[in-house]
């Protein structure tokens, strides 16, 4: 039986995207080699790059806006020092968010001056600070859309009047934002999009270019446009997922149809939350993410009873982070309703058991 999987990342891709993942590992468009075999210059790779790199702007409305989007790798935990090497000149505003945005600011204060215009930090994350100002003379402001670990996300972002920079590692292509609002926006493959190796990042290309420090020449984004993101060997496989995830994307009617199912699921997670008297949810509720709902139990001494029948129902990867403890529900672009009802079932069963 497959699981029910709610696992924060690597998680659940749509199934018909890993088999043909799948049948490319045996045997790439039919011409006898494995996608895994082929040479990335060669012509058919090179048009998935293509391909994906198209979809990409397609699905979030970026298409002739100046923008380019890349496929790198190093994980987004890369994107923290490589946003810092490319647009960092003196000071840089953060907000801080959570262990993501943390982790950004300590890669980027290597570099420079960081400030943080805000931080929920004293209340362990659990709300998206608001009304802070955003210095006009400095080089760009870094926020994370969605904390993966807390279940927060942001969902009215300001009007910077510098360059926006976005960590949307989990939620990227969950929702119908104004992507326009952003400079550069950067997303590990392995929550929304496809299997960890590759990174997305969108950027429009006029923010580039405005340091005087020397970008080492694999760090530097210009160059890899110039290269069609191929400027040194790009991992084929997560690159090929991730174009089988967008086409998937597009083929279900696009970014808004996926907002719209992910908020049904949503609902139906948040409000087995709030009726249900065994469970607290840990996340402010104006700032709930829709992607990942972070929630404890009472009383401890259920745990067990609920762990065991969260096993029989085949419900898996619900462990919270360590720094929030309890249970998180990650519910991705792939993960079907029925895994939100088949959770919703076992803890209104478990009410109705104690
Ligand atoms: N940013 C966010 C919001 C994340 O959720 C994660 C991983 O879970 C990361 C960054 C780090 O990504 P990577 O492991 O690809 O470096």
Redo the contacts with the bound molecule.
């Keep these: 039986m497959k699981k029910h999987n709610f696992s924060?990342?690597p998680s659940i891709l749509p199934q018909e995207v890993l088999l043909k993942a799948s049948e490319a590992v045996m045997d790439f468009n039919n011409g006898g080699l494995s996608l895994l075999e082929i040479s990335h210059r060669s012509k058919p790779f090179v048009d998935v790059m293509e391909k994906a790199r198209a979809l990409v702007l397609e699905l979030l409305g970026l298409e002739g806006k100046g923008y380019k989007a890349l496929f790198l790798q190093g994980?987004?935990?890369?994107q923290f020092l490589m946003v810092a090497l490319n647009l960092l000149e003196k000071r840089a505003g953060y907000l801080n968010t959570g262990t993501?945005s943390k982790k950004a600011i300590k890669e980027a204060k290597l570099l420079d001056d960081i400030y943080e215009v805000a931080s929920s930090e004293a209340a362990n994350f659990n709300y998206i600070p608001k009304g802070y100002d955003i210095p006009e003379d400095y080089d760009y402001f870094h926020c994370?859309s969605?904390?993966?670990i807390f279940g927060t996300q942001i969902k009215s972002f300001p009007n910077s009047p510098i360059p926006m920079v976005c960590?949307m590692?989990?939620d990227i292509f969950s929702r119908v934002l104004d992507f326009s609002k952003f400079d550069l926006i950067y997303a590990?493959a392995?929550?929304n999009m496809g299997p960890?190796g590759t990174?997305l990042v969108v950027v429009r290309e006029d923010i580039l270019g405005k340091v005087s420090r020397k970008i080492p020449y694999i760090m530097d984004y210009k160059l890899h446009i110039e290269n069609g993101s191929m400027y040194n060997t790009p991992p084929v496989f997560a690159v090929y997922t991730s174009m089988l995830t967008l086409e998937w994307i597009k083929n279900l009617g696009g970014v808004a149809k996926i907002e719209e199912m992910n908020e049904k699921k949503a609902r139906l997670m948040y409000s087995e939350i709030d009726l249900n008297p065994l469970f607290n949810g840990f996340a402010t509720k104006e700032d709930r993410s829709i992607m990942n709902a972070t929630f404890t139990l009472k009383n401890e001494n259920l745990k067990e009873t609920f762990e065991t029948m969260l096993k029989e129902a085949g419900i898996s990867g619900l462990n919270g982070h360590r720094s929030v403890g309890g249970y998180r529900a990650s519910m991705y672009n792939a993960l079907p309703i029925e895994s939100v009802k088949a959770l919703v079932e076992v803890m209104s069963e478990l009410e109705s058991k104690a």
Excluded: P
């Design positions: 924060a990342g994980g987004a935990s890369t993501w994370t969605n904390n993966t960590d590692s989990s590990g392995q929550k960890a990174t």
